[in-house]
């Protein structure tokens, strides 16, 4: 567990809590005795990177219960026991217009998404395999998100039957659901561990750390662990961006643009693919169910760090690194991951280039991936350089591109001294 | 005009037109004569990227009708125009769950979003200003998408007209919303602007040299002339991604995972923010009047080429080249496009360096470009190393951080004998 | 034409009139030019019975536009022109809790009734024939409606068009028809068909004879010509109690409980099946677009006379008038007219009478009307009596029972002269 | 109690029965075990007249669940219990145009009628005061449905529990209805009441009476007891004409027209104003949930028997039995219930008649009833006669007119022999 100690991104982050604090519109979720007993005054504010390091600002520390923000993990959690078919088969992943209360059916009888409650309990009822009890299929849940968080996390058993002495509507849509054949379990206990699942207790950093991992792809980047499979972190991400915070998938996605869940304790979480997982802290809460210091925090992180997913980053753009052109050999050095647009960059580089010699090398040494499209494009240019009289030669002592082939052959690698005689 | 003749890239586009070619499923538009007399054959892909490289497949120079391709230009003209505020209070921009010709309209009494007819309509009357002839209207929308193009484009006259011949659901929508107030024109004048609008001709290429200069901020990437701002941009693919495409945006965010749009005509485009615009032509519609093959060629690019926005590639993760010691000064060879993952990035690397030096010099000539927060996060890592006793230098023969402070000095740069005296 | 001139009616509709006097909220419509100038001041009330009598209280002389008040007549004119299945093809008889003017279809594709303006529009067009042109049509609709009059009515022409140039909702919902292919006429053809039924010019006392009509059965009550099939009236009348008043059918029905329909320029109708046709007119509206006074002046009317359809009057409860025993003869005296109530009650007297003799004669001299299921019970008793051993005979000077068979013999009729002879 | 053993009557209904006896289409309903075990064969049909006479044919002793047809029995009864005003608080009264089991909540966050089941739950909570157990507010229940009944009616207890167990729907409705704060009682506790309410036992005799005790505005025909108020009477039958009927009040208004509810166990009621209750009992039901013989047979009498509301019959229109002119005194023979459009009769002759005579008396020996307006209108017409010189006397041995005032004194009434001498 690496949490950066102090650093100017904690500062910034300290900066940010600074420009919301005052806010204390809002108040404590209070259809539930427990949450509305709450301290409504603890900040938070956690950044995870994918490359495992978190950075913290204010109340992290404080454990508060997970509520909503469980029902993006459980989703993922029912892709990967069930497979992306049967979970479809039972919610769909539309935005609803519709309050995270609401019933809201679609027309082949599924809730419409999973981040509505009715949605969230029919998933919930896919973990740990139709006949689990309650309690075995809440034990699954909590072991995923533990294992997301990095550490055991609890339940608050004494929150869940408070809470489900409240959970009239709740009650209503499961049993709307039984009613329609959607649920196995009967009403109550489909409540009881959909309840459970919301109370599993967690702090600001571990909700930073989850979230990374959906932006890691799936690895938790801290213990380096996978857990979920990039398709799995990709669908839950497209189902946050666009059902994840209520009321106003398309007004979220204009301003904070970023894959996102609230919930109702005061917690909210963002993800940003490949790069961060983002959480706040601050139980008071807006109309909406949202916490208010929270969405203010993102908004201020999206447009002040350029987090916006629309925002016109350019990527990949610097895939060659340099050309050097010796005696007789012209040698490209290539860096970064090659995804298709830094491979469409190479490709045009090398086809712009005058070549001054008939032998090409490409350094790949500062090349950190390739996806299979680029490798791809990549061997088809290098054959029709070979076809065109070109000798084409690769220096690749981390083996980033193994198994190159240039046409129906091998392509030949250099070592160390060769390619250092190139220089000569 | 930069069109790649001959590319594995282009190969790829061919490769991916093979791959949807043999479907024929679907049928031309019928509702209007002039589209029903459409040739369903043609198959055209375009790519440009942000750099300004276009690469075509097929039948890219056949001209068609832009159809509802025009709604998030002319979105992004009004924003333009009038400014964010003036426009949303005239459309929304949530997804409706409404067919494309549906009312919708929200509870502040606006069309939904602007890629419903009604929210088209309502936009294109916020052009040119408010007591602007249809014809003065229609040539603003005209010059603007030719500038975005690239090329003069001209309108379909006739088709418009007989569009109008056959537009009782945009003539219904349009007295609807006169009825309430929310247009200026008469009905009859709202929708011949509309379909004039609609009619202009384009062809594969230019849709997506259009779609690239949303992805690439507003400045269109083969003139290099700024024709919108970044945020106008962004909101438009925001908005494009929630309600760009018929029936389904969830569905649409996660199966392609970027925004889009498509016309009756056969048109599709798709942006892929700082990487590319995509278009396609196809004629045949499925039921909700999409093309049936340009929504293949989509998937197959998502998957394929990673284009999915919460596919989680890993952005700036090099930003540090390397960190070369010498004598008495540790010399960071900085890298790419700065953002904030890479500014943590580089300050993590620079906190977990154990110097033996006390002289700190960040080479930073291979750097792209720094955006605002990660500037702040350098100058203040590097005030703190300073007043921890360290000696910072910079060398900046590109001059990528101008005016650079530390504290509250200036920074100290290096020349190119300087640096080159620090390897010695 | 028979109007009462003075009579102790008159002055209870006086005292109506007196008791909703002094209401003087709401406001006349104001989305039509020439209904804004309208005097807001007239008050008028009349009533005609089904027996042809009028009386007048008020300003029942000033002429106005019918406005939607033409609906229930013209719907009842498709019904006689069309037949009630073509009709039913075209528009629904469900309330739609929607207002007025929504477009509100059903899931035949249909809207929703007759009362609705998409439904009134779709009505229209049954008139006079799919081929008929505007002008034909109005005629058609003009003449019905004079002939439910009893006088000749006239078109306000300039009233119409200036009603068509602020119809845009109407023209939305006749453009959404079309678009549906629910109207043959182009659109704007359509809603000028509509406005000129709706700028019909009548007075309050047109109103009272044409809803009396209804009532009567189809035949006017006044020049005793038969317009409507009993059929057809109780359709329109059935149509007109669960679709009739805006915004809340169950209320009117629970709270005044007649069939009932109001129009924008102040007019207001109710029937009382077999006894009244009731008008009001007081051009102020309530937010419903409901007249305000002539609103209160109908729930005096119904609570003070008794008039609400759901009241417990007994009725035909006096059909046996009285029951004389001679040396041998029983004579029942019927009266009034014999529904299925009042032959029960018949039957129920004969089988509880304690014969002292074997003979019996019926005296219909005052009835008025036998409906079928009445007279074959009343066959089916006096065949029960015959065979058990009596003696059956009729006296009927008047012709109430024609060719009535006792068993499969006629019955016997007794003369004048036998009928005293049976008193002696 | 009175069944009439024998009678046409009791033939017609058998014929009506043996109309619809053969359609053996439908299904029991399948959603409770145990009324899906029920015999679907049984066909019984009841009538009741408000005189109390009650005919019966078919299998009209079998005892059933009464089910729905329980809500407007209660819904009378909180009427009674809690006044008008506070039960409209609860419930609305307009139709819903959705399911039965919809929620269904007005504007005022009330469900929309006491006639779907959310508002059948919510009225039953109003019974027997907000602090009532269960078993105590069901108790009331079956106590006035055993007073409509005119015997002991008694609860299926096991057929409750058993519904309670499939009772999804209702549970959710419950929930849903205690999260809006709209009941008192746990959601589980109101269901079962309302399952319990539903569960008392009733033949289709039984609700022949009790349908005849709300057309007899309150009184029970058999028991002459007053159970309920002409108002309360008039609202249940208002709400059962506009909401009583699942899936289409217009259609059932315009085909049948008669106020009626349906049970899923198969009965089902209709009443007719001051007429009639009817019954029917067969299983089967259609896809709405009524059963299919007892629709058809109401069809058949209603066009048979002329029952529908809006059918045109004359009520009252023979109010004056007879005009004899003696030497100086005219008498007019006035007979009947004289409500408004009789007394406009009476006074329209008395306006037309040509006395030939100064002398005016008025036999009303057979006048059942006259209401209040209509004696108001009769002492205006005889102080005007009187004031132009007229003698005006009554003939009154019933007492129909007690304390009749003309003008500001006492009417003059005549003794027997006083009357008997006007024809000498």
């Given at each position: 567990m690496s949490t950066v100690q102090y650093s100017p991104v904690t500062s910034y982050l300290h900066h940010i809590l600074d420009e919301v604090?005052?806010?204390?519109?809002g108040a404590v979720a209070d259809y539930i005795a427990e949450l509305a007993q709450a301290d409504p005054n603890p900040l938070g504010l956690a950044l995870t990177t994918v490359s495992g390091h978190t950075y913290t600002a204010g109340d992290c520390d404080i454990e508060f219960s997970i509520q909503s923000i469980s029902k993006p993990f459980v989703y993922a959690l029912a892709l990967r026991e069930r497979g992306v078919d049967k979970v479809h088969e039972t919610v769909g992943i539309e935005p609803s217009g519709d309050r995270f209360n609401s019933l809201s059916l679609d027309s082949n009888n599924r809730p419409m998404n999973p981040m509505i409650n009715a949605g969230a309990i029919a998933v919930n009822q896919?973990?740990?395999?139709?006949?689990?009890s309650v309690a075995d299929r809440v034990e699954s849940i909590r072991t995923i998100l533990s294992e997301l968080a990095g550490r055991e996390l609890t339940l608050n058993e004494e929150l869940a039957y408070s809470e489900l002495d409240s959970a009239d509507r709740n009650l209503a849509l499961a049993y709307m659901m039984r009613a329609r054949g959607?649920?196995?379990?009967e009403a109550r206990a489909a409540v009881l561990a959909y309840v459970l699942q919301c109370s599993i207790m967690v702090n600001t950093r571990d909700l930073a750390v989850m979230a990374a991992t959906l932006a890691n792809?799936?690895?938790?980047?801290?213990?380096?662990?996978?857990?979920?499979?990039p398709e799995q972190c990709r669908l839950t991400m497209a189902v946050m961006s666009s059902c994840?915070?209520?009321?106003g998938a398309g007004k979220w996605m204009a301003n904070v643009g970023i894959p996102a869940k609230s919930g109702v304790a005061g917690g909210l979480i963002g993800t940003l693919p490949g790069q961060l997982g983002i959480a706040t802290f601050s139980p008071r809460l807006d109309e909406s169910g949202n916490s208010v210091r929270g969405l203010k925090a993102f908004q201020a992180m999206s447009s002040q760090m350029g987090l916006h997913l629309m925002a016109p980053h350019r990527i990949g753009a610097n895939a060659v690194r340099s050309i050097d052109t010796y005696a007789d050999t012209t040698v490209l050095n290539l860096q970064d991951h090659i995804n298709f647009s830094a491979a469409e960059q190479i490709l045009y580089e090398i086809r712009q280039h005058d070549f001054g010699s008939s032998r090409l090398a490409l350094d790949?040494?500062?090349?950190?991936s390739i996806d299979t499209i680029s490798r791809r494009l990549l061997e088809r240019t290098l054959d029709t350089m070979q076809s065109a009289g070109f000798a084409i030669f690769l220096y690749d002592p981390e083996g980033r591109l193994p198994n190159l082939r240039i046409g129906d052959k091998p392509a030949r690698f250099l070592d160390a001294d060769e390619r250092h005689g190139l220089m000569g």
């Open positions: 604090r005052a806010d204390t519109s896919l973990i740990n395999g139709d006949d689990s959607l649920l196995n379990d792809g799936g690895v938790q980047p801290e213990t380096g662990k996978r857990i979920l499979s994840g915070m209520y009321d790949v040494t500062q090349v950190m």
